[in-house]
């Protein structure tokens, strides 16, 4: 059963890149579901995400835009750590350099919604 599903926006600029972030969802140990939304009209990244998370159905939603990618363990690490009434963000890497994800996802005025393992059911609701 599929408990996670990811949702990839595309922008045009990007679809030359994109199947990495495909790819890398796929490829996750523990079954997934991937949704990908091409922003077609360059209206941006969250009415693309907005549209693809109609579809979903799994529990929890796994956000990643075009030009990030995942280990194949993600999901399962995320998972394996999460608790009730929270999500899971994590760090990244810009090229060879370790970025550390804030103590509290909400910073600077924005919250820290790219590769994280988010309930759906919060999703919908926003």
Aim: charged share 20%.
């Amino acid at each position: 059963m599929t408990d996670v599903t990811f949702v990839v926006a595309i922008a045009p600029y990007h679809k030359d890149i994109a199947q990495r972030a495909i790819e890398s969802a796929q490829a996750q140990d523990v079954p997934c579901s991937v949704i990908t939304a091409y922003d077609e009209h360059m209206r941006g990244a969250g009415v693309a995400r907005n549209a693809a998370l109609s579809l979903v159905k799994t529990d929890f939603t796994v956000i990643l835009d075009a030009d990030d990618f995942v280990d194949s363990n993600f999901v399962s690490r995320c998972l394996s750590v999460w608790q009730e009434n929270h999500y899971i963000f994590c760090d990244w890497l810009e090229g060879e350099t370790r970025k550390v994800a804030p103590d509290c996802p909400y910073t600077n005025k924005t919250w820290h919604p790219i590769t994280t393992l988010i309930p759906t059911e919060w999703l919908h609701r926003v």
